[in-house]
């Protein structure tokens, strides 16, 4: 049996006191952090309790499990894909989501625009990094990301905002920590090069947003704080 909103609701307050009060040590505002809600292999009421609370975005991993949850949830609510996005799904998933936070490779790129441009619509879009190195994450390395970078801005339909990554399995906090350290690295110094904003930092899930927070994150994705483990 899924949680009640009201167990959510709960959830959901403890995590921004704590969202808060990492913030307050990095000496940054908590206005700074965004609370997004991973509602992955959850029910579609996942994302109506998410609406109903005032979250302003859910994250899904899969295209086509998002579509059908978005076709039975009565949700007001930005729905972004955070998972590896394959170019047979890049239709679909322009005409289904707000923002797509994990596009990775060239090919990719092109194939959104080319799609953006059959919906006349322009798609706001994060670039993955795998900044940790980890070989079991997606993402483009980060010496590779100026090109990705390049390749986008010449994509009229897309419009980057910034740069996700997911940290590597680890008990060391300094593992995530350094990740995360790298990854604002590498987007100061892009926002530098091509004289352009990058505002988002789409870094740290439930188990480091201390590091995440502290090194800069815009938006922490949170899914098994929120509502428990995840359903098969």
Request: with cysteine.
């Amino acid at each position: 049996m899924f949680i009640s909103y009201e167990t959510f609701a709960a959830r959901a307050r403890e995590l921004e006191k704590t969202i808060g009060e990492f913030c307050s040590d990095a000496g940054r505002p908590a206005s700074e952090v965004k609370l997004m809600a991973v509602t992955k292999t959850h029910p579609p009421i996942a994302a109506e309790y998410a609406a109903r609370y005032g979250l302003p975005c859910v994250g899904e991993n899969r295209v086509q499990e998002a579509v059908t949850k978005m076709e039975a949830a009565r949700a007001d609510i930005a729905w972004e894909l955070i998972g590896h996005l394959q170019s047979n799904k890049a239709a679909l998933a322009v005409k289904s989501f707000a923002r797509i936070q994990s596009v990775d490779r060239k090919k990719l790129v092109t194939r959104l625009n080319e799609c953006c441009e059959r919906e006349s619509r322009t798609l706001p879009i994060l670039l993955q990094v795998n900044a940790g190195r980890d070989s079991a994450k997606f993402g483009i390395p980060p010496e590779e990301a100026a090109g990705l970078l390049e390749a986008t801005l010449e994509a009229p339909r897309l419009e980057v905002q910034g740069l996700m990554t997911i940290a590597p399995l680890s008990d060391n906090p300094s593992v995530a920590r350094t990740t995360f350290a790298r990854l604002r690295e590498l987007r100061d110094e892009l926002q530098d090069r091509y004289r352009i904003a990058l505002p988002e930092l789409s870094m740290g899930m439930s188990g480091d947003l201390r590091e995440a927070i502290g090194e800069g994150s815009t938006c922490v994705r949170v899914g098994s704080a929120l509502f428990g483990p995840r359903h098969p």
